[in-house]
């Protein structure tokens, strides 16, 4: 926002429990995930970069809304939901899932948290997954309580993120594994903390879980980080395409299968436990893609920012394929995206044609992720 200029917020979209702090903390922009405000501007999005790669960013995630199963046929309705098999799922633990229909396609791909034997968070992207799951309850035949809780996350994600969970909860917290979770407070405030988070980065997501402490909350955390260069900021496009990291909407959706972004690990065909889509998805697995999702180095200068269509992609002047992602790394000082093209074009080292703004760009196919494929930095190895 510039000085004088007003931005409306209406009623009939959610403002986060931080929302104040964001606006007090300099959040110039928003835009609307899962019925909510999500702060995507705090500045220079290369300066909020490299604030992430070499400090700490604190960002209001609380967009990532929690579909919250309970009851004693939580886990085998959780195992209706997802191809990935859960049943070794320890409680304390968390798992990046895909949740599909009944053809195979993917309706969202969240993060699964079991706090208990038979209580499991569901942290979503962005679609309306507590409506699909309160639908599937409805002829399941399982025994379980499918609601929205009051829990909205923070992300704390950076290098210098362990330091200052240390400041706010003691060393304690140095030894929480990644993917793992704890139940925790803060200065009275109620938490689940868990090694996860949407930046490809060493980092921590909080999960509020009374809304009335939002503001508090923020602010503690942001007293903790100030010694340690924590900065406001908002999630890195940049950083998440170097990871590979998909976003709903732009990288998948409703039609696309988990075998064509190359997450066969997510589909467990063998195990005896039922899922939706699990004949769709044996019969596509049978068959075979006839596209595949790649990463792509894009020559010419600096894109001058993410894209905001798809960009179609050719071969020999065919259109074959569409960027889902694209940006400028200034690390890597190259223009990286991913594309989903079709299969006979997808191999490494292909050359292929993006059809950008301003023109016509040459692009070669490169594996992924772009940069730290081991996930050094997010695991902490």
């Known amino acids: 926002m510039q000085d004088g200029e007003a931005v409306g917020f209406g009623t009939q979209i959610r403002k986060s429990p931080y929302f104040a ?3 007090r903390w300099g959040a110039k922009a928003f835009s609307v995930y899962n019925h909510m405000y999500i702060p995507r501007d705090f500045g220079d999005p290369v300066e909020n970069y490299w604030n992430l790669v070499n400090a700490a960013i604190l960002c209001d995630v609380a967009v990532e809304r929690q579909v919250e199963v309970t009851g004693p046929d939580a886990a085998a309705f959780v195992q209706r939901l997802c191809p990935r098999d859960v049943a070794t799922m320890a409680v304390g633990q968390c798992r990046y899932v895909l949740l599909t229909n009944a053809e195979g396609g993917i309706i969202n791909d969240p993060i699964l948290l079991r706090l208990g034997e038979n209580h499991f968070w569901f942290s979503l992207a962005d679609s309306d997954v507590l409506l699909w799951a309160q639908g599937v309850a409805v002829h399941a035949g399982l025994d379980v309580t499918i609601r929205e809780p009051d829990v909205s996350p923070l992300q704390l994600q950076g ?8 400041a706010l909860f003691g060393a304690g917290i140095e030894d929480l594994r990644y993917f793992r979770l704890r139940e925790l407070t803060l200065d009275g405030i109620p938490l689940v903390v868990s090694r996860t988070g949407w930046s490809s980065e060493l980092g921590y997501e909080l999960y509020l879980r009374d809304g009335a402490h939002g503001d508090a909350l923020w602010e503690r955390i942001m007293a903790a980080g100030a010694p340690h260069g924590l900065a406001p900021g908002h999630t890195s496009t940049i950083r998440r395409i170097e990871g590979a990291m998909l976003s709903y909407h732009a990288d998948m959706d409703i039609h696309t299968n988990p075998f064509e972004l190359g997450l066969d690990r997510l589909v467990d ?3 005896p436990a039922d899922f939706i889509g699990k004949q769709a998805l044996q019969r596509i697995r049978a068959e075979g893609v006839a596209r595949r999702l790649v990463g792509l180095h894009v020559d010419g200068p600096p894109l001058a920012g993410p ?3 798809f960009w ?4 020999a002047g065919r259109t074959i394929g569409r960027v889902t992602s694209a940006v400028h790394s200034p690390r890597l000082d190259a223009n990286i995206a991913l594309a989903m093209v079709a299969r006979e074009h997808s191999a490494t080292g292909g050359a292929l044609a993006v059809e950008a703004p ?9 594996e992924t992720p772009f940069l730290d494929p081991r996930k050094t930095a997010a695991t902490g190895a």
């Open 358 to 366: 301003g023109g016509r760009r040459d692009a070669r196919v490169v």
């Open 269 to 271: 065909l063998d195990m």
């Open 312 to 315: 179609p992609v050719a071969s």
């Open 307 to 309: 894209n905001t269509s």
């Open 21 to 23: 702090a964001t606006l």
């Open 159 to 166: 290098p210098r993120s362990r330091a200052i969970m240390a």
